[in-house]
Nanobody, 120 residues
Framework: QVQLVESGGGLVQPGGSLRLSCAASGSIFNSYTMAWYRQAPGKQRELVAT???????NYADSVKGRFTISRDSAKNTMYLQMNSLKPEDTAVYYC??????????????WGQGTQVTVSS
């Protein structure tokens, strides 16, 4: 069982920055693809960014050039650096871990979410 705990959310003005953290309960980055999702009120949860076991990253078009996903294996922690924040980035942000590779029944774990509000 993998536990994921997010932190770092809060209220920030447009144009500001925040860094989200996702602490995992063990050394999982070699076995799991990690991702950040977000869900705004009244909208479906959407994928924001992913990082694979070998460190390849991918981003939603809406955050490319502004957000950076990274991880620190020594700390079992994943990060999402968010710059140039916009009001439309307001959402609950969730950390996700999914068994890497082609697996018939992948394990999928979610954190509890952290609120990010971008407003003046």
């Amino acid at each position: 069982q993998v536990q994921l705990v997010e932190s770092g959310g809060g209220l920030v003005q447009p144009g500001g920055s925040l860094r989200l953290s996702c602490a995992a309960s063990g050394s999982i980055f070699n076995s799991y693809t990690m991702a950040w999702y977000r869900q705004a009120p009244g909208k479906q949860r959407e994928l924001v960014a992913t990082i694979t076991t070998i460190g390849n990253t991918n981003y939603a078009d809406s955050v490319k050039g502004r957000f950076t996903i990274s991880r620190d294996s020594a700390k079992n922690t994943m990060y999402l650096q968010m710059n140039s924040l916009k009001p439309e980035d307001t959402a609950v942000y969730y950390c996700n871990a999914r068994t890497a590779g082609v697996v018939l029944f992948p394990n999928v774990y979610w954190g509890q979410g952290t609120q990010v509000t971008v407003s003046s």
